[in-house]
C-alpha cells in the first residue's frame, strides 16, 4: 500500500535561515508527489507537484523540492523562511485505488519561525 | 483560478441532529469531490471520494449511513452528518479534482463542527 512519511512532528527555524522538509514515500510506480500547506484553521494550498521531467520542482512562495527516486524522497526546501512560513506541511503521494485515484497524505510537519 | 468553497465555515449543533456541508468548485468543473476529515494536530483522513452522478466510495471504516454524500452537479457536492455525536466534532475538508486531471486537488476552507 501507498504511504507517505514525514519523520519530523515539529521543526523550528530562525527567521532567515533555510527550512528543508523530509518526505519519504513508498509507491510502486511512478509517483505524483505533492506538497501543502495549511494555515490554522484553513485547508490546504498546494505549493508544489512532481509528476514527472525535472526532478527539482519550483513552487509558489519560494519553495522548491528535489525527487530523488533512489532514496524514495521528495523534500522540500526554502532558501530563506520568513515568519509568515509557520504552517503546517503535508506531502502527499498520488495513488491509484479501485475506486479511482486519491491523495495519500504524511501526517504532516509544524514549522515554527523564531524571529 | 481552481477555487473551492465549503459552507458553512463553522457550525454547531446539538446531539442527534443532522447537519449538511456544502462543497463548491466555483470555477471549475469537478466531476471528482473528495471528502476528508482531521482531527486536531492530525493528518487528513480521506473519508470518501464522490463522483458527479453517481454513488459515493467510502473508505474502509466509514459509515455511509451517518454520512451521506451527494454530487448533485459538476460544481457541488454536499456531505450530511447524520444524527450527530459528539465524536463527530472535527474540522471536515472537502477536495475537488478538475475534470480530465488525474491527482492535484483544489480544498476548501473546512468547516469545523462541533457537536453538544
Known amino acids: 500500500a501507498q504511504s507517505v512519511t514525514q519523520p519530523d512532528i515539529h521543526i523550528t527555524v530562525s527567521e532567515g535561515a533555510s527550512l528543508e522538509l523530509r518526505c519519504n514515500y513508498s509507491y510502486g510506480a511512478t509517483p505524483y508527489l505533492f506538497w501543502y500547506v495549511q494555515s490554522p484553521g484553513q485547508g490546504l494550498q498546494l505549493l508544489l507537484k512532481y509528476f514527472s521531467g525535472d526532478t527539482l520542482v519550483q513552487g509558489i512562495k519560494g519553495f522548491e523540492a528535489e525527487f530523488k527516486r533512489s532514496q524514495s524522497s521528495f523534500n522540500l526546501r526554502k532558501p530563506s523562511v520568513h515568519w509568515s512560513d509557520a504552517a503546517e506541511y503535508f506531502c502527499?503521494?498520488?495513488?491509484?485505488?479501485?475506486?479511482?485515484?486519491?491523495?495519500?497524505f504524511g501526517a504532516g510537519t509544524i514549522l515554527r519561525v523564531k524571529s | 483560478g481552481a477555487v473551492v468553497s465549503q459552507h458553512p465555515s463553522w457550525v454547531i449543533c446539538k446531539s442527534g441532529t443532522s447537519v449538511k456541508i456544502e462543497c463548491r468548485s466555483l470555477d471549475f468543473q469537478a466531476t471528482t469531490m473528495f471528502w476528508y476529515r482531521q482531527f486536531p494536530k492530525q493528518s487528513l483522513m480521506l473519508m470518501a471520494t464522490s463522483n458527479e452522478g453517481s454513488k459515493a466510495t467510502y473508505e474502509q471504516g466509514v459509515e455511509k449511513d451517518k454520512f451521506l454524500i451527494n454530487h448533485a452537479s459538476l460544481t457541488l457536492s454536499t456531505l450530511t452528518v447524520t444524527s450527530a455525536h459528539p465524536e463527530d466534532s472535527s474540522f471536515y475538508i472537502c477536495s475537488a479534482r478538475r475534470t480530465g486531471t488525474s491527482y492535484e486537488q483544489y480544498f476548501g476552507p473546512g468547516t469545523r463542527l462541533t457537536v453538544t
Open positions: 502527499a503521494v498520488g495513488a491509484m485505488s479501485e475506486y479511482g485515484n486519491k491523495l495519500v
